[in-house]
């Protein structure tokens, strides 16, 4: 087995190792050469968690992709028909994308690029830095063959952010919000000659032909990271924060209420339904000093798309049903709050988390996590097979009225110990003299 195939199964959870089986086996079916490429490779050599699954083939990427969608419940997300790249959600939650080994070619500085079909070398030759142009053959005659025709993997020793071109950023120039975000999230720096390149982009003022689109497409992926205080605050210390709205800058950007979101979510389990469920409180959060015609200045000069808007504007109506039954006095027991919350939309929660100012909500949402969860998680395999073998038909009831059981029940006191016989103290009296 190759190293980094060993490499690659040990950073994958159970449910990305079987979404890459079914894409393998999809390409297999199709006869297409597959690679794992992008920030699934990057992440991986540079010792963090893959959150996202990135193939591209030699070939029909979207009759690979429909035939995931088809064969294994997955749906189709998003296509790119221009780029020959879908993007899918596993039932599990896993997201990949499947796209096609290409070249992109520009007429002109932000417009729209000609794609031509290309080599697995080319395509990376020609992708934004040097850290994302590192591929990993899955094919079964080269499988673990690593290719790194732009020696990205050396940056990631070095944990530096290098351009692949030095007229990658007048090609695109949304690569500049790239770089501030992929510096923020990885913690790189910028290389010598990189910084030279942005310096020139600049002072050529690249950045006015970022197309709007593209601009709501960076806010989307900022609002799924870690760390989205970090990323705008760096947006705005190089004045592109300024290109979704003039209002986000200064103390109208609202990094202390970003800040916190943050630590909310650090809170909740870090599974793919709460990492897609920050987009809509993370907008809220961003906006929440604007005023509405200043939010609407920005839905416009972004081109945010109406299911992103959904998310952003109708979830605090949404979540005052769910804020509603939090703070009833009939959810008595843990386990009523446990399931209320097991069933909840996972963006209605972070959003109570981060705007709910009732003390019942906030003590319920928490004790959902730090107790109620792990509580659920401690059950174990052997546990969990001995209601099921009871169970028969009644698997499902039977496994609830088992976690109601285990929430519900009360930790018994500990029995006094017995008192021990008081000390026999000797006192002597002393006589003082006058």
Not at 65 to 77: D, F, N, P
Not at 235 to 244: S, T
Request: with cysteine; aromatic share 6%.
């Amino acid at each position: 087995m190759s190293d980094y195939i060993f490499m690659l199964e040990s950073h994958l959870s159970t449910e990305q190792s079987r979404a890459l089986e079914v894409v393998q086996a999809a390409a297999g079916q199709a006869n297409v050469n597959l690679f794992l490429t992008g920030g699934a490779m990057r992440d991986m050599l540079a010792g963090f968690r893959i959150r996202d699954l990135d193939f591209v083939v030699e070939g029909n990427s979207l009759k690979v992709a429909k035939t995931v969608a088809e064969h294994a419940g997955t749906r189709l997300a998003a296509v790119d028909e221009n780029r020959k790249s879908a993007e899918l959600v596993f039932s599990s939650g896993v997201t990949a994308q499947i796209g096609m080994s290409r070249q992109e070619k520009y007429a002109r500085t932000g417009a729209k690029p000609l794609v031509t079909p290309a080599t697995i070398q080319e395509d990376l030759r020609g992708r934004d830095f040097t850290c994302n142009s590192i591929a990993l053959s899955l094919n079964r005659a080269s499988r673990g063959l690593l290719l790194d025709p732009m020696n990205g993997l050396a940056d990631i020793e070095r944990r530096e952010l290098r351009l692949t071109s030095p007229y990658a950023l007048y090609d695109d120039p949304t690569r500049l919000l790239r770089l501030m975000r992929f510096r923020a999230r990885l913690g790189f720096t910028i290389e010598e000659r990189t910084q030279m390149q942005v310096a020139n982009a600049r002072e050529a003022e690249v950045e006015k032909l970022i197309p709007k689109r593209a601009l709501a497409e960076e806010l989307v992926h900022i609002g799924v990271e870690d760390n989205p205080a970090e990323i705008m605050r760096a947006l705005e210390e190089a004045g592109l924060a300024a290109l979704f709205s003039p209002a986000l800058a200064g103390p109208r950007l609202n990094l202390p209420g970003l800040a916190r979101l943050e630590k909310i979510a650090r809170l909740v389990p870090d599974e793919p339904r709460f990492r897609r469920a920050r987009l809509g409180p993370f907008l809220y959060a961003l906006t929440e000093k604007l005023t509405p015609r200043e939010k609407q200045a920005l839905i416009k000069t972004t081109e945010m798309r109406k299911t992103e808007l959904d998310l952003w504007q109708k979830l605090e109506a949404r979540a005052r049903k769910l804020e509603t039954a939090l703070r009833s006095q009939r959810l008595g027991k843990p386990s009523q709050v446990y399931f209320l919350l097991v069933k909840a939309a996972p963006d209605e929660v972070l959003f109570l988390l981060y705007h709910s100012a009732l003390k019942p909500v906030q003590e319920r949402l928490r004790n959902y996590f730090q107790k109620y969860i792990p509580a659920v998680l401690e059950i174990t395999a052997e546990e969990w097979a001995a209601v099921d073998s009871k169970a028969g038909s009644r698997r499902n009831k039977a496994r609830e009225e088992f976690v109601t059981n285990r929430l519900n029940r009360r930790a018994r006191k500990p029995e006094p110990a017995p008192l021990a016989p008081a000390p026999v103290v000797e006192t002597a009296i002393v006589r003082r003299s006058r």
